[in-house]
């Protein structure tokens, strides 16, 4: 494809967001203690639902609750949950066209014990790590504004391929964010080569604290936008970094601005997928041209709203519902 000097100008482009990533349907199981009793105990619990799940799938239904014009591109299994998870994600706005399904393998699914603000959380991979860069259409890329992919920890054939991809969306005037959430292997391979292309990246506490060996989450940030895991690509512009602190809030910092939002006190239901509603808060307010303070305070509102609900997407905010929460509480 010839991308010209910068591709399709923004305001003329089909979608505020791309998403790519992982979807997959979620059982979540609430309880004050979801722990399973072996022995062919049965257990009541409070509550149990299905809903979408995948850190990728909820930050893009987050943004698209958020008013972007949203697609997404995923793979999942030609099975009743592959069908219901593409259904679902019609009906919260997204855009799924672009989404592969796959004949020969089952859409992956994972179950979430929660019990409030943690949870233990179990997965089949299934069709979660089939997505690779030669699944996503250049040219819905190249009338996309933003780029965001989610869980690339699982993801490693996705992954290998994002450092170039994240160039050619630079290339294309498109910018890109990414989320590697939890890595059960504990070794977040081929990060830093992210860190080198994206624009903005989104680790929790824990997850800056691994990749550096620093405590202090300024700390850490500063060093993941300083180049600590390895230089940054010459052509890319500085690295967002943005914290995600739990009850605690978040800190963002961009070219040496720092911020810092302390989160609005909710009642936790279930704290899963808050993180993703938080990416979307974030990456709406910058596609949108706020300043980062805001984009921040927007980013924080959305991620404690999510959890006033069982699972990812049902209590993700508009944005009224979010400056809403935000006014009452005082942030």
Known sequence: MDIGSGGIPPDQRE????????LNPDVVVLDADP??????VEKIVAGIRMTIGGSSAIMACGAARLGLRTAFCGVVGEDELGASMLASMAEHGVDVRACRVDSHIPTGATVVLTKGDDRAILTATGTIDRLTVDDIPVGLLATSRHLHVGSTALQPELRAGLPDLFAL?????VTTSFDTNWDPEE??????????????CFPNLREAQLLTGLTDPVAAAQALADGALGPRDPDAGPLTVVVKLGRAGAIALRAGELARCASPQVQVVDA???????????VAA????????????????CGAASVRGLG????????????ELLRTSGV
């Open 15 to 22: 979608f505020d967001l791309l998403v790519a990533g992982d």
């Open 35 to 40: 722990t399973p009793v072996f022995g062919q």
């Open 169 to 173: 969306a630079r290339a294309l005037d």
């Open 187 to 200: 070794r977040w391979d081929g990060t830093a080569a992210l860190l080198a292309t994206a624009d903005i």
């Open 272 to 282: 899963t997928g808050a993180g993703d509603s938080f990416a979307a808060g974030f």
């Open 286 to 301: 910058t596609v949108s041209g706020w300043p980062l303070e805001e984009a921040l305070r927007l980013a924080v509102a």
């Open 312 to 323: 990812g997407v049902d209590a993700q905010a508009s944005i009224e519902e979010a400056a």
